[in-house]
């Protein structure tokens, strides 16, 4: 299951030891320690690069869906080149307006904003809501009347289509909690209509992660032309449609569809539906950030049982989620050359079984080895927890013979830092 470390852009193996840029791997372990996350940002540039090529000479916008990776040195990076944000959380807006994006560059998802969520989004302007449910619209009509401003809003539609995905990373089914359930779509248009607060600016989907063919996008895309022409019958006119996130990449042999080809495609349905005018919005998220970022990880100990062997290595669950909570299969490359390879589960020191990053997976390693999991810039840094009392890793972003501290280790003392005891004579 092991992709080739030298195909991934701005990683590259030279006289047998593994390179960020011109950065040696093993070096930037030493320096910062591990657990490490190391971004390319060569590697950032040729992933923007694919959806930029995608939308070029169009009115179609890129939103870079940030709960993939939120480290504000990647946030910068994409605001400086010119594309939004899709965001989530009051905490997601921030981060956006830290690095200089203007409300109306961020489109706002998810199925729970609060009251107060609601208003601070329009507060910064927000460019549109992406709406999920009828107490939700009727909620953001509320507020925006409080507050003498009008909210632009989608409907996310659910498309009922198969993403063919990992089913916790499927939204686009209609037993998922996503969206508002297609039949019911126009009826719900109409009533945002007649709501003074909110104005109707476009429609809104988004049908899964990881997906890695084509078929889903362009037929999820049909349907939703199918509801832009009966609401253009009652008279509801668009100003986008929203396509949501959710294009795959090569964690191990997967063969997903390049981000242009996929513009293409639906730029393709568009036109074909007599919509060529009508601007798209992508939500992109791990398609930018996966394959630009590594998790270094030293060995600690070699642990062979009667029934496994165990490579018990310094990074956890808590830093790496993806493998035990949807098996992903990520690889994971020796920094040093060895011989003799031999099956492994490599565990980390987080005590739970789950705490895996690879089961039954070839590797010559010995302790002190510097191990690289690849694929690891999305849903990696910004899935970690503090699980076991463990800091958080420490992230560093590569550009040419350069190294940046993105973001520095947490320490024990800032993890106890929020918390309070309580004196026992309180008790009495
Ligand atoms: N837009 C919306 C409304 C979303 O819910 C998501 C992801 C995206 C865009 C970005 O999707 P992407 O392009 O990254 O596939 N933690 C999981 C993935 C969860 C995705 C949640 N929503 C994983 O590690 O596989």
Same mark, same amino acid.
């Given at each position: 299951?092991?992709?080739?470390?030298?195909?991934?852009?701005?990683?590259?193996?030279?006289?047998?030891?593994?390179?960020?840029?011109?950065?040696?791997?093993?070096?930037?372990?030493?320096?910062?320690?591990?657990?490490?996350?190391?971004?390319?940002?060569?590697?950032?540039?040729?992933?923007?690069?694919?959806?930029?090529?995608?939308?070029?000479?169009?009115?179609?916008?890129?939103?870079?869906?940030?709960?993939?990776?939120?480290?504000?040195?990647?946030?910068?990076?994409? =605001?400086?080149? +010119?594309?939004?944000?899709?965001?989530?959380?009051?905490?997601?807006? %921030?981060? @956006?307006?830290?690095?200089?994006? %203007?409300?109306?560059?961020?489109?706002?998802?998810?199925?729970?904003?609060?009251?107060?969520?609601? /208003?601070?989004?329009? $507060?910064?302007?927000?460019?549109?809501?992406?709406?999920?449910?009828?107490?939700?619209?009727?909620?953001?009509?509320?507020?925006?009347?409080?507050?003498?401003?009008?909210?632009?809003?989608?409907?996310?539609?659910?498309?009922? &289509?198969?993403? %063919?995905?990992?089913?916790?990373?499927?939204?686009?089914?209609?037993?998922? %909690?996503?969206? &508002?359930?297609?039949?019911?779509?126009? !009826?719900?248009? =109409?009533?945002?209509?007649?709501?003074? +607060?909110?104005?109707?600016?476009?429609?809104?989907?988004?049908?899964?992660?990881?997906?890695?063919?084509?078929?889903?996008?362009?037929?999820?895309?049909?349907?939703? #032309?199918?509801?832009?022409?009966?609401?253009?019958?009652?008279?509801?006119?668009?100003?986008?449609?929203?396509?949501?996130?959710?294009?795959?990449? $090569?964690?191990?042999?997967?063969?997903?569809?390049?981000?242009?080809?996929?513009?293409?495609?639906?730029?393709?349905?568009?036109?074909? =539906?007599?919509? !060529?005018?009508?601007?798209?919005? #992508?939500?992109?998220? /791990?398609?930018?950030?996966?394959?630009?970022?590594?998790?270094?990880?030293?060995?600690?100990?070699?642990?062979?049982?009667?029934?496994? *062997?165990?490579?018990?290595?310094?990074?956890?669950?808590?830093?790496?989620?993806?493998?035990?909570?949807?098996?992903?299969?990520?690889?994971?490359?020796?920094?040093?050359?060895?011989?003799?390879?031999?099956?492994?589960?490599?565990?980390?020191?987080?005590?739970?079984?789950?705490?895996?990053? @690879? $089961?039954?997976?070839?590797?010559?390693?010995?302790?002190?080895?510097?191990?690289?999991?690849?694929?690891?810039?999305?849903?990696?840094?910004?899935?970690?927890?503090?699980? *076991?009392?463990?800091?958080? @890793?420490?992230?560093?972003?590569?550009?040419?013979?350069? !190294?940046?501290?993105?973001? /520095?280790?947490?320490?024990?003392?800032?993890?106890?830092?929020?918390?309070?005891?309580?004196?026992?004579?309180?008790?009495?």
């Amino acid at each position: 299951m092991s992709e080739d470390f030298t195909a991934l852009p701005g990683f590259s193996r030279r006289d047998g030891e593994l390179f960020c840029e011109d950065l040696n791997l093993r070096k930037l372990a030493d320096q910062f320690g591990t657990p490490l996350y190391v971004y390319s940002r060569e590697a950032l540039k040729t992933a923007l690069e694919s959806w930029l090529r995608g939308i070029s000479g169009t009115k179609h916008r890129v939103f870079y869906a940030m709960k993939a990776n939120s480290n504000l040195a990647l946030l910068k990076f994409f =605001r400086d080149a +010119g594309i939004g944000f899709d965001i989530v959380s009051p905490g997601e807006l %921030k981060r @956006a307006l830290m690095v200089g994006a %203007k409300g109306e560059d961020i489109v706002y998802s998810g199925v729970g904003k609060s009251r107060e969520d609601i /208003r601070t989004a329009l $507060r910064a302007g927000i460019g549109c809501f992406n709406v999920e449910s009828i107490p939700e619209l009727d909620r953001i009509n509320e507020v925006a009347l409080q507050e003498k401003l009008l909210a632009p809003i989608s409907v996310r539609v659910n498309p009922d &289509v198969d993403a %063919k995905t990992h089913p916790y990373i499927s939204t686009g089914l209609k037993n998922n %909690k996503f969206g &508002v359930a297609y039949d019911q779509t126009v !009826a719900l248009y =109409r009533h945002a209509a007649s709501l003074p +607060g909110v104005q109707i600016s476009g429609i809104d989907m988004h049908i899964g992660s990881q997906i890695t063919e084509l078929e889903p996008f362009v037929h999820a895309a049909d349907k939703i #032309f199918d509801i832009v022409e009966q609401l253009a019958q009652h008279g509801i006119t668009l100003d986008h449609l929203d396509f949501g996130g959710g294009l795959g990449v $090569r964690y191990t042999d997967e063969t997903p569809p390049s981000a242009e080809t996929l513009v293409k495609a639906v730029s393709q349905k568009a036109s074909e =539906r007599g919509f !060529a005018d009508l601007p798209i919005y #992508f939500e992109p998220g /791990r398609s930018l950030v996966a394959r630009a970022g590594v998790l270094l990880t030293t060995v600690e100990y070699l642990k062979p049982t009667q029934a496994k *062997n165990f490579m018990i290595v310094d990074a956890a669950m808590n830093d790496m989620v993806r493998p035990t909570l949807y098996q992903a299969q990520m690889p994971l490359v020796n920094c040093t050359e060895r011989e003799q390879s031999q099956q492994w589960d490599v565990v980390g020191p987080v005590c739970e079984t789950g705490d895996f990053l @690879a $089961r039954s997976i070839e590797l010559a390693a010995q302790p002190g080895d510097v191990l690289a999991m690849t694929g690891a810039g999305a849903y990696g840094m910004s899935m970690a927890s503090n699980y *076991n009392s463990r800091g958080r @890793a420490a992230e560093v972003l590569v550009s040419g013979s350069r !190294a940046w501290l993105i973001r /520095r280790r947490e320490t024990i003392e800032e993890l106890t830092a929020l918390e309070n005891t309580v004196p026992n004579e309180a008790f009495m």
